[in-house]
């Protein structure tokens, strides 16, 4: 399968997942080299999320710095892959092993498709919506995007709700962590 097709194959099922489909499961690979492939995700995400940061100002965010820039873009990198190695982990402790290479491809893809939900949320700044407004549909994007992330977690370890929420909050955690220590050394 070229890497186009993967891409293709990979956005689709996480768009399906996105909108609560199931089957989006089923474009996702159960190997390690379909797993290892679908790091292609990242790319696909750097788009949106580079535009939030061009959007930054407008959102009431400083001017982004070259700085600035250098050290949002490490955070982005840390992120994906230290929780792609963290969840190795954790989907071990849970006795899930076989089930990593499908679960780490849905994440990658369905985080592709957070950013672009994330995006899409603060576009309203561009038709001069209201400070409301704005928050209003940050707000329901930040929640879709992580109903996104726990449902594609539970569908692909096979995992009670309670489990996908111990999976996916380190994620957020992670984001977390990263932002406030990002956000420390760029203020330095």
Do not use: C
């Amino acid at each position: 399968m070229s890497g186009a097709a993967r891409w293709i194959g990979g956005l689709r099922g996480a768009l399906l997942l996105a909108v609560g489909q199931a089957r989006g499961l089923a474009a996702m690979p159960t190997d390690m080299a379909g797993a290892t492939w679908s790091f292609l995700a990242a790319p696909v995400a750097l788009l949106p999320f580079l535009a939030q940061l061009a959007l930054g100002p407008r959102l009431g965010g400083p001017a982004l710095s070259a700085r600035a820039l250098a050290l949002d873009l490490l955070g982005f990198a840390i992120g994906w892959a230290g929780y792609a190695v963290l969840s190795h982990h954790l989907v071990a402790s849970l006795g899930k092993t076989a089930r990593w290479p499908r679960f780490i491809a849905a994440w990658n893809w369905v985080n592709a498709v957070q950013y672009l939900v994330l995006l899409a949320a603060t576009l309203p700044v561009l038709a001069g919506a209201p400070p409301a407004v704005l928050q209003g549909t940050a707000l329901a994007g930040q929640g879709w995007a992580l109903w996104m992330e726990w449902y594609a977690i539970r569908l692909a370890l096979e995992a009670t709700a309670l489990e996908a929420v111990g999976v996916m909050l380190p994620d957020v955690l992670l984001g977390l962590v990263l932002a406030l220590a990002l956000s420390a050394l760029g203020a330095g």
